[in-house]
């Protein structure tokens, strides 16, 4: 009897004849970039180093696109964004000690934003991998250990003949529910070795489903069907697995509002009659939630920002949909499903009960007017001012994407993307520096339409080197950099906490000399002219910089009582 696991394929005439005399000056980088191509890759960011110097020679004998940029953990932010962008592994080539571990803070938001990024670094030749103190440049004890309780899965490459199947293994690794980074790693000498292992030229690309056990569905089919003021959160897993309109589809049939949370953004219409939108950073909302009998959680753990800094205390049943095991129930008790949201979206699509609720738009309308009054009553219309402006210049089709800084703080809550995988921060991991290399990795991914990234003058200097990146390849990305002469965020703090700010004031450049220093074009605006300056440098090809010279306030808390 034969089994379907039994077949195998068979090589083609050619293909045997290429497999027996592969062509000649190929070397153990050949059968990487080989395996990223077999799998399905075009473009692979990166920055070089001595020993990952193969890799690179074997990118002049590929197909595949390179976008290096200046700072490894840039390379990593470009690479990220290309994942969310494509849902595609993004590959990322690094080399050994120093630039790889220059790349963990990258690594840090791809894990924590679920971005599915292919890191590849060199390593120190085979006879000092082990621990021995042998004294190469870059070595260290254990490099992989720098990298464990970061990415979702580590391959320690020894051998050319392992090359192939380690990258395949990865690659699926990062593009399994949940998505994330990964990390391989393979010997200078392994690299650099003439190679006569025939050409790769196919690759099983296809990552293995997380599907939801049926009698949980059931469970959470009925508790919802039955429920009389459910409620949905809306977190980064319905966008990473593409299902936004099955998300509708379900709160439609239930009659259930639902909120979004940072990550979230853009997975429900933000003018929807059901739509909460994402003022989840609100004791309004937070009430509403917490009233919630049933409240059905999808792709999210219920972390700080999406809890209103964990003072959110549900008291009705909660339904947890979750592909990251380690965040199922991490918080709070719930019929926890551990899937991939799409799946488990639709399984629930085909087993609950329509409800009817005329009151849930009514609902809806009061909370969002109880949150519009108290940020009025705040008397920051500068802060809405610059937000809308932002908003009426970028296309309702492009893509953005917010460093850690005040504005973006804003956006997290009162931004409407205009759909889903269109705005994109750093509240993974929190790190500086994320948004003007990733929006250059999402203008690598798509060119069509213009790409905005946003940062404070604190972010931006630590990305300032990748000006030149977007010069070079000439990147349709447009950088606003709202300048307020610190890290404005912290300098709040700071005042709130002790009365006086320390270390948050900082000298900085004239930014648009600095751009145009790189052959940048670049604008000071202000408030009222904001709007005009960024649609302009957003319609003009390649990237450009607007300058914006304001102290910006955020709303004020509502977690911390009183």
Do not use: C
């Not at 595609?88 to 990024?117: D, F, K, N, R």
């Not at 009162?414 to 948004?435: E, I």
């Amino acid at each position: 009897m034969t089994h379907d696991h039994d077949l195998v394929l068979r090589p083609t005439a050619a293909q045997t004849e290429a497999a027996l005399n592969p062509p000649p000056g190929r070397n153990g980088g050949d059968l990487v970039v080989e395996t990223l191509a077999a799998l399905g890759a075009t473009t692979v960011f990166g920055l070089p180093g001595q020993h990952a110097l193969g890799m690179f020679d074997a990118l002049s004998r590929s197909d595949l696109r390179y976008v290096g940029l200046r700072v490894e953990n840039n390379a990593g932010f470009a690479a990220d964004a290309y994942g969310r962008i494509t849902g595609e592994a993004a590959p990322l080539l690094l080399s050994t000690g120093p630039g790889a571990l220059t790349s963990l803070a990258a690594l840090q938001e791809a894990a924590a934003a679920s971005a599915p990024v292919l890191a590849i670094s060199s390593q120190v030749p085979t006879a000092g991998l082990g621990g021995g103190r042998h004294g190469y440049l870059h070595e260290l004890p254990d490099q992989a250990a720098s990298f464990r309780g970061v990415v979702k899965s580590v391959h320690t490459v020894r051998t050319q003949s392992q090359i192939a199947s380690a990258v395949e293994a990865a690659w699926k690794s990062a593009l399994t529910a949940p998505h994330g980074p990964v990390w391989v790693e393979i010997p200078q000498d392994v690299l650099l070795a003439e190679t006569a292992i025939p050409v790769v030229t196919g690759g099983d690309a296809f990552p293995e489903e997380l599907p939801p056990r049926p009698e949980l569905t059931a469970v959470a089919a009925d508790l919802l069907s039955k429920a009389a003021r459910p409620a949905i959160i809306a977190g980064g897993g319905v966008v990473r697995a593409d299902a936004s309109g099955k998300l509708r589809r379900l709160a439609e049939v239930l009659q259930a509002p639902v909120v979004t949370t940072p990550g979230g953004k853009g997975a429900f219409p933000w003018t929807h009659p059901l739509s909460l939108q994402s003022w989840i950073e609100d004791r309004y909302t937070t009430d509403f939630l917490e009233d919630a009998d049933v409240l059905l959680v999808v792709g999210s753990g219920l972390g700080e920002l999406s809890s209103n800094y964990h003072t959110f205390k549900p008291r009705g049943r909660v339904v947890q949909i979750e592909a990251d095991l380690g965040k199922l129930e991490s918080n709070h008790p719930a019929l926890g499903i551990h899937a991939d949201a799409r799946l488990a979206l639709q399984a629930l699509l085909e087993t609950v009960s329509e409800r009817t609720d005329p009151s849930a738009p009514d609902r809806v309308r009061a909370l969002l007017a109880k949150v519009g009054e108290r940020i009025a009553a705040q008397e920051l219309t500068l802060e809405q001012q610059v937000l809308a402006s932002v908003r009426n210049a970028l296309p309702a089709d492009s893509p953005s994407f917010w460093d850690m800084t005040i504005l973006a703080y804003w956006a997290w809550s009162a931004f409407d993307a205009k759909g889903p995988n269109r705005m994109h921060s750093a509240q993974g991991a929190g790190g500086l520096g994320y948004g003007f290399p990733a929006a250059l990795g999402a203008a690598a991914a798509d060119p069509t339409h213009p790409v905005l990234a946003v940062s404070g003058d604190g972010g931006a200097l630590y990305s300032i080197a990748e000006l030149a990146t977007a010069r070079q390849y000439d990147l349709n990305v447009t950088w606003l950099i709202v300048d307020d002469g610190g890290y404005g965020i912290l300098r709040e703090y700071m005042t709130d906490a002790f009365g006086r700010p320390t270390a948050t004031e900082l000298t900085r450049p004239d930014y648009v000399a600095l751009a145009e220093s790189f052959g940048v074009p670049g604008v000071r605006t202000t408030p009222e002219t904001l709007e005009a300056d960024l649609a302009k440098a957003l319609s003009a090809s390649g990237p450009s910089v607007v300058v914006l010279p304001a102290v910006l306030r955020m709303f004020a808390p509502t977690h911390l009582g009183g």
